[in-house]
């Protein structure tokens, strides 16, 4: 996710990634492969020619149009061909192209070159400009540099204080690579710059590099004149052929690589504790937002604020007409007409207060959903990794889903049909009156609802006819400690319902988080321990 150091987070797992596969694990399964020279530099620094002149042969194009390498070339000796050839080997992810390539072949084609001039056990890797216009020649030359044994930097007398090659130059010595390096197109009496040159290395703490210079003279068919290149010609093949010096080589390349895991495997480590922070930031945006929906129902249908309107209606309709009373009816004492008139009048009432009720209740809880889904877009566009997580969907986020309403009314009726069966279950009457009184299930679980939601508080008007307060009456019938539990059963179980229903919505913004790609919170723990392993391993 786009957040400070991101960027260079990416880069930094890139980096490993491509180091170990390119490098660090071929060199630890076969560490007598051939070793890899790779020459990289600025353009028109002179690595075609250079390569050409080592091997005696245009193996590499050059001229006036730059960048001219588009295909990276690797010389070998014939006897090394199939090993470079073996996609599996060192550059897994390349292609491979026996050479002569023709001129179509660019990206990530390997044109295999052979040459016998070349000591067996060592290739040559001219790779694409450091600085090239083309943005994929950054990416494989970094890849390639990273895949080296050794590097060799080519560099002018007229470009050698360029940007670009001190920050190549530091890549190197940072990664601890053996380093050699070529000045170039040295013009007569350029003593200065080669010295100033030098001193420029030794104030980076690159003087141990092997050092070599090139004076200005005429290319001819892409190569110099052989005695030119006969320093670098000898120090590349007593690398290869000194048994002793190779292995310092390897090791001391390998090594100083895996050196630089102990700070570059925690940096990425620290990198993906910033993405698992700002990630459980952004998922605690939206269970704050949902949780202060829900604490905002629970208040709602607590002071009594639910009970206007057409609940009010209809509650003085049942309540003020007498079905309320008819629905604590004496035991024994109602004759058959009045029972059976009492179901054909009393069912409308009750279940048009029930309806009323459930909708008011549904209209509660989809409003709230509203707010949360409004207050977590606002919050994650605050942010430029939360935009990003919404571009294309804030509109759809930032309200309530589709399906919730359908949701909302089937959680509400299952609601109200707990509370008719806690009613039935535990609604025990008191003794006192239990031997006088009967009353209908359905319509005191109303007005057991009626109670719960704050009737006789807030603004609700309490008219004549409608006198009997809810609690009161519950409260006579099945004693102070019978009705506590009974609520606070509905009342957990309605925040339980609403809450899974909030739950079911917050997924959407989980979902967009999920799609970010940020690893598990565990992640950097197993990078820290994987550096740990790697130490005691060495």
Not at 30 to 42: A, E, F, I, N
Request: hydrophobic share 40%; charged share 25%.
């Amino acid at each position: 996710m786009d957040a400070p150091g991101s960027e260079e987070g990416i880069l930094t797992q890139q980096d490993l990634l491509n180091q170990l596969d390119d490098y660090v694990l071929p060199r630890v399964r076969r560490t007598d492969s051939p070793l890899l020279v790779v020459l990289s530099g600025s353009t028109g620094a002179g690595k075609s020619t250079l390569v050409n002149t080592l091997v005696g042969a245009r193996v590499s194009a050059t001229g006036v149009l730059r960048p001219t390498t588009s295909s990276p070339i690797l010389v070998c000796h014939p006897d090394d061909a199939d090993w470079w050839l073996d996609e599996r080997f060192v550059l897994p992810g390349f292609g491979r192209v026996p050479g002569p390539a023709p001129d179509a072949v660019v990206g990530d084609q390997l044109v295999i070159m052979k040459s016998e001039v070349l000591p067996k056990g060592l290739a040559v890797l001219d790779s694409p400009d450091v600085d090239s216009v083309f943005e994929d020649h950054h990416e494989f030359a970094a890849q390639f540099l990273a895949a080296a044994d050794v590097w060799m930097c080519v560099t002018t007398a007229a470009r050698y204080a360029d940007a670009q090659v001190w920050r190549l130059l530091h890549r190197a010595r940072d990664h601890g690579a053996t380093l050699g390096i070529v000045l170039s197109r040295i013009p007569e009496g350029g003593e200065e710059v080669v010295a100033h040159f030098a001193e420029m290395l030794k104030e980076n703490g690159l003087e141990t590099a092997a050092q070599f210079t090139i004076p200005e003279t005429k290319v001819s068919g892409g190569m110099l004149p052989k005695q030119l290149s006969e320093e670098v010609h000898a120090w590349l093949t007593g690398i290869t052929e000194d048994e002793d010096v190779r292995t310092e080589v390897i090791r001391s390349t390998l090594g100083s690589v895996l050196d630089t895991f102990r700070t570059r495997v925690p940096e990425l480590a620290k990198r993906v504790e910033e993405q698992v922070a700002l990630r459980t930031m952004l998922r605690e945006e939206v269970e704050g937002a949902y949780a202060t929906g829900l604490a905002e129902l629970d208040e709602a249908t607590r002071n009594g604020s639910l009970l206007r309107g057409e609940v009010l209606a209809r509650w003085q309709d049942f309540a003020g007409t007498g079905d309320l009373e008819r629905a604590l009816q004496a035991r024994g004492g109602v004759q058959a007409g009045h029972r059976g008139g009492r179901r054909r009048r009393a069912p409308a009432r009750v279940r048009a207060l029930k309806v009323a009720l459930r909708s008011g209740l549904e209209s509660l809880v989809v409003a709230a959903a509203e707010r949360a889904a409004e207050d977590v877009v606002s919050r994650w566009q605050s942010r430029q990794a939360g935009a990003d997580l919404l571009e294309g969907r804030a509109d759809t986020l930032g309200r309530a889903s589709a399906e919730l309403s359908r949701r909302t009314t089937r959680a509400v009726s299952a609601w109200q049909d707990h509370i008719i069966e806690l009613i039935r279950t535990e609604g025990v009457t008191k003794r006192s009156v239990a031997k006088f009184v009967s009353y209908d299930d359905e319509a005191l679980s109303l007005v057991m609802m009626v109670g719960l939601f704050g009737f006789g508080t807030s603004d609700v008007a309490v008219e004549a006819g409608t006198s009997a307060v809810p609690q009161r009456l519950l409260k006579a019938l099945f004693g102070a400690e019978s009705l506590r539990s009974m609520s606070a059963k509905a009342r957990a179980d309605l925040r339980g319902r609403v809450g899974m229903l909030y739950d079911e919505e917050a997924i959407r913004f989980g979902q967009a988080l999920d799609g970010a790609g940020v690893p598990d919170e565990t992640t950097p723990v197993q990078l820290y321990q994987a550096t740990y392993n790697l130490e005691v391993a060495r």
